[in-house]
């Protein structure tokens, strides 16, 4: 069991039976008093290593996260910038303003979609970690899992990464909605979400504006990645 | 006495092992801590870059296209600087934090950006939704 564990389960114990015992051997006291002192190391160890390992991982983190956000965020930047430039051909053509208000709305959908997936992606870096699960199951005393312990630590790592992996890929490769919502490794609280307009049909309303403004659909080449 | 300094010796060690048991934990605990952190706040801020970018990047492509073949003098211009524009964006790391000069390379894009828009004549709408810079003639 975790040292700091076993320092509040004492903690906890010594609390309730704390009885004044005026015969009480001086040489209990001086075990309290260990103990306490000890309990007391553990804690600013404890204490210590959060702010060391922290330090190490927080600009490494960054950096990652940095990328992810960055790659997924940028197809539907170049989405909206794609219809703001419509947008303004219509403005100084003078274009219906049936088709301004089609363009206003679809650009209205691709923000809904960005924040969507921006909350997603937000949401995958706070996943319980392995070694939570691990400490809960020594706790019932199942003396099988000691062995497995040392698989589990590289399974922590690695399912991190398949995670990240595969909303990554999923993601890349099909920003659809209808497929961010199907990902396992989201786990997105967010059951009930308002109904969200999919990509894809944003891309389709956009090729059909781009006709209707009797433009070539040449001009939407860049946003064939999504 | 040799009996006393051994027994100063086990509390020292005693004292610096459960210190160092806890700090052991506590270092395992802060490592993950500051992964999910970092990567939350790194999450944010490239999203914002990457939206930024990435609406310049459509808006130009997209208008590169609409003046493909235009002739005139005044579009001739438009077209040099729209390239440069393009060119810019096209060489921006914008996935890239530690890159040196990203604020500068960003502010030279957006002034270039504007020099397009104003040589077009037009107000483009950018809502950005994610926090920070939004765009507004």
Not at chain 1, 204 to 212: G, N, P
Not at chain 2, 115 to 137: A, M, W
């Amino acid at each position: 069991m975790s040292w700091v564990q076993a320092v509040s389960l004492v903690q906890g114990a010594e609390e309730e039976g704390d009885v004044f015992d005026e015969e009480a051997d001086e040489s209990l006291l001086v075990q309290r008093e260990w103990r306490s002192h000890m309990q007391r190391r553990v804690k600013e160890g404890y204490r210590d290593g959060i702010d060391a390992g922290k330090a190490v991982t927080l600009q490494q983190g960054f950096n990652q996260g940095y990328k992810e956000g960055a790659e997924v965020i940028i197809n539907y930047g170049q989405l909206r910038g794609t219809l703001s430039a419509l947008l303004s051909w219509c403005h100084l053509h003078d274009n219906s303003s049936a088709l301004i208000s089609k363009i206003n709305n679809l650009l209205d959908a691709v923000g809904q979609c960005e924040e969507y997936v921006l909350r997603h992606l937000k949401s995958i870096t706070s996943q319980p970690h392995v070694v939570d699960l691990l400490d809960s199951i020594q706790d019932m005393d199942l003396c099988h899992v000691a062995p497995a312990e040392e698989k589990i630590d590289e399974a922590k790592d690695e399912r991190f990464c398949e995670n990240n992996a595969e909303f990554n890929k999923n993601c890349s490769k099909n920003l659809s909605l209808v497929d961010c919502s199907s990902l396992e490794c989201c786990r997105a609280q967010e059951h009930a979400h308002p109904e969200n307009p999919s990509l894809t049909w944003i891309l389709e309303q956009t090729a059909s504006l781009v006709k209707q403004l009797g433009v070539s659909v040449d001009i939407l080449q860049h946003l064939k990645q999504l | 006495m040799a009996g006393e300094q051994d027994l100063l010796d086990a509390v020292v060690m005693a004292d610096e092992r459960f210190h160092r048991e806890g700090y052991r934990e506590g270092y395992e605990e802060g490592s993950s801590l500051g992964m999910i952190e970092g990567r939350q706040h790194g999450t944010l801020h490239g999203a914002k870059v990457g939206s930024e970018i990435g609406c310049y990047r459509g808006f130009a492509l997209a208008w590169r296209g609409l003046l493909h073949g235009r002739a005139t003098e005044r579009d001739s211009k438009k077209m040099k600087v729209l390239e440069a524009l393009i060119g810019m964006i096209q060489k921006f790391p914008y996935d890239d934090p530690t890159y040196d000069r990203l604020h500068e390379d960003l502010d030279r894009i957006r002034g270039k950006f504007k020099q397009f828009c104003s040589l077009l004549n037009v107000q483009p709408d950018f809502k950005i939704s994610t926090e920070g810079s939004g765009l507004s003639f």
